[in-house]
């Protein structure tokens, strides 16, 4: 067995290369999947790969496996993916867009956090369940696409803080544009907004009153 954090923050500018009699594992460009190649493990943070196409063998994509990535700018997720683990993207700076084909249900905790160059993202309608802090200072996001009815989107369950360092919003449906928190979070937010901005505005009063007093 490999410990997920094996690789973790390692330079492999080479990758990763495996023996061709290993019975557990094997390497395709550099990159570790299981033998069956169903499960893809760890791609190195130096791998040379702008654009990436996830092979059509797999299955699931492991938690990290792409975490700090330094040349990593778009990636496409095939159909034949049903399960892609938390934390996947962590870090990659230069990811600006992200496909995901019909099939994923869930997109897990963290999964894009700290991409700060994403600006686009498809989902698909497949999708049932969004982690929390998914996009999580994704300071470029623009745009999230749902591949699904607005209705659809409107049943997606999502965890606790999903919305948080969000940029944008809007999520574009097939049928229409739906927002990205739901209505009661969105009030939520507004209420505390309004509250602090009576707190503020209370110590400015007092700030005020307290000036006056000293000039007189």
Do not use: Q
């Not at 700076?93 to 992200?98: F, G, K, T």
């Amino acid at each position: 067995t490999i410990k997920r954090e094996a690789f973790y923050s390692c330079d492999m500018p080479l990758g990763i290369k495996v023996s061709e009699e290993n019975e557990h594992f094997c390497s395709e460009d550099g990159i570790l999947y299981s033998k069956d190649k169903k499960l893809l493990i760890f791609c190195p943070n130096e791998h040379p790969a702008k654009d990436f196409k996830i092979p059509e063998t797999t299955e699931k994509i492991c938690r990290n496996a792409f975490a700090h990535c330094k040349n990593l700018e778009s990636v496409y997720i095939p159909a034949t993916v049903k399960e892609i683990g938390e934390d996947v993207f962590d870090g990659c700076e230069e990811l600006r867009s992200v496909i995901l084909e019909e099939g994923i249900e869930k997109i897990p905790m963290a999964a894009f956090i700290r991409c700060r160059k994403l600006s686009s993202i498809i989902t698909p309608s497949t999708v049932k369940e969004i982690g929390s802090l998914v996009f999580y200072n994704c300071d470029s996001l623009k745009e999230i696409r749902f591949a699904g009815t607005l209705s659809e989107w409107n049943s997606v369950k999502r965890d606790d803080h999903y919305e948080s360092k969000v940029p944008v919003n809007k999520v574009i449906c097939s049928d229409g544009t739906g927002i990205f928190t739901t209505e009661d979070e969105t009030e939520a937010l507004l209420e505390e907004t309004d509250e602090l901005l009576a707190d503020v505005n209370k110590d400015l009063s007092k700030d005020g009153k307290k000036g006056n007093g000293k000039n007189r």
